[in-house]
């Protein structure tokens, strides 16, 4: 499904907790009617994400006006955080005929437009089915959707034979109101966060966690493989400067674009066709871990480095990854801060084998490997893995892996 990789991926793991089948690419695959379709029949969709006016409507209109010969199917979320759930369903507490999405649109290029009040996968599949074929799907989620609850739908079912495949997720951000966003929150979500965090403390065994405010420009952010820094016209240079640098220092692995009314000139990787979960390339990780800074106090983006892994070390290495995204815990008890994944891409060499490549979202990860190019150069060979997320840099966890690796 890569079209610009070289890497010839393996498919090991599936989904944690399953066992790890190896495909040998030596031998013709067979064909097995209950397998997935072929990679080539599933529909690519990319989720857009940002808060309430910061042009996520304006991307869709620009892209769907585009000569990109694509037949795009553009579904608008209405209900898509807690808080309009809540609402929905005292609503539907009145009225309990299920709720049907509004019927869609057909625009003059063959694009069609709909809005759900369900982005689940079924709910989405069931839709176009009904709709005849699309190359590509837009979602555009609620201005207060937390993106890494949905993404893990779509990412998982994919594995499953769903016929639609996460392609990637393009975050707008307003860069006149971003910085306030990111130390106030969003409207009066402070006030809410911190009242929350007050009740969370109370049943805790003791300890004092109050850091710094995780608002839902933080998420949207950590959870982007695309930042579109909109609104380029409301600012000064050096404002908008500052507004990438914070970015940057949040997602070191988003690529960061400034637009003005959401154009993006060339649309094909940057918005579209990302393959942002299925490739781990050298060039996102070493871009990662160019340094990095502290310029946001909640977020971060840290990189591990660590030697070529040997064929007996992979169990280790997978409960490493088990341990800190299942568990929020780094194994062995090792003393640490709290912290909170939300993305973690790595690569990781095995002596003489293959490269280990891993994927990320809160507690939902994915390894599968790749074939290294040249296998025998083990001297230079280093593993990296790259996490966004709160508390994620501390020395802890790059010792805590190496002793993982060590006891194995
Ligand atoms: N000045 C300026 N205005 C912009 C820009 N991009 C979009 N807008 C305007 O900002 C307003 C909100 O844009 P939308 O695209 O509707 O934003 P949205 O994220 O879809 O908003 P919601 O659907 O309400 O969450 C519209 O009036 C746009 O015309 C920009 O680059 N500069
Ligand atoms: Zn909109």
Redesign the pocket.
């Known amino acids: 499904m890569s079209g610009n990789s070289s890497d010839d991926e393996i498919p090991t793991l599936v989904q944690p907790g399953n066992t790890a089948v190896e495909q040998d690419e030596d031998v013709p695959q067979l064909v097995d009617t209950t397998a997935d379709a072929p990679p080539s029949t599933k529909v690519p969709i990319t989720i857009v994400t ?10 869709l209109n620009y892209i769907l006006t585009e000569q990109h010969g694509k037949k795009i199917a553009v579904i608008l979320n209405e209900f898509g955080n807690s808080i309009d759930i809540e609402k929905q369903l005292t609503i539907s507490d009145q009225d309990t005929t299920e709720a049907k999405p509004a019927p869609f649109v057909p625009l003059a290029n063959g694009c069609i437009c709909c809005s759900v009040k369900d982005v689940g996968v079924a709910a989405i599949e069931n839709l176009m089915e009904h709709q005849g074929n699309f190359d590509y799907i837009l979602l ?1 989620t ?2 207060l959707a937390d993106p890494g609850n949905i993404a893990p739908l779509f990412w998982l079912d994919d594995g499953l034979g769903s016929s639609i495949f996460l392609d990637g997720i393009v975050t ?1 951000v307003d860069a006149k109101n971003l910085l306030k966003s990111l130390d106030e929150g969003y409207g009066d979500e402070a006030e809410k966060l911190e009242e929350r965090k007050r009740e969370s403390e109370k049943d805790d065994h003791g300890h004092d966690h109050k850091g710094p405010l995780l608002t839902t420009a933080h998420l949207q952010i950590s959870h982007a493989d695309v930042v579109l820094v ?5 600012v000064s240079e050096d404002e908008l400067k500052t507004v990438v640098e914070r970015v940057r220092s949040i997602n070191g692995l988003a690529r960061i674009k400034t ?4 154009q993006v000139p060339q649309l094909e990787g940057v918005v579209l066709d990302l393959h942002a979960y299925d490739q781990v390339t050298d060039a996102d990780l070493k871009f990662a871990s160019k340094g990095h800074s502290h310029l946001d106090p909640t977020i971060t983006t840290s990189t591990i480095a660590f030697p070529a892994i040997s064929k007996h070390q992979l169990d280790a290495f997978d409960r490493f990854l088990r341990t800190i995204l299942w568990e929020d815990e780094l194994p062995d008890s090792k003393p640490h801060e709290r912290f909170e994944i939300h993305r973690l891409k790595g690569r990781v060499p095995v002596v003489n084998g293959n490269i280990v490549l891993v994927q990320g979202v809160r507690n939902v990860y994915d390894t599968t490997e790749a074939k290294r190019e040249n296998p025998d150069s083990n001297a230079d060979a280093e593993g990296k893995l790259v996490l966004i997320g709160r508390g994620v840099d501390q020395p802890a966890f790059r010792e805590s892996l190496l002793e993982v690796l060590g006891s194995s």
Do not use: H, V
Not at 230 to 234: E, H
Not at 259 to 262: E, G, L, M
């Open positions: 940002g808060y309430l006016g910061a042009g996520k409507t304006t991307l555009e609620t201005g707008l909109n609104k380029t016209d409301l637009t003005n009314k959401s």
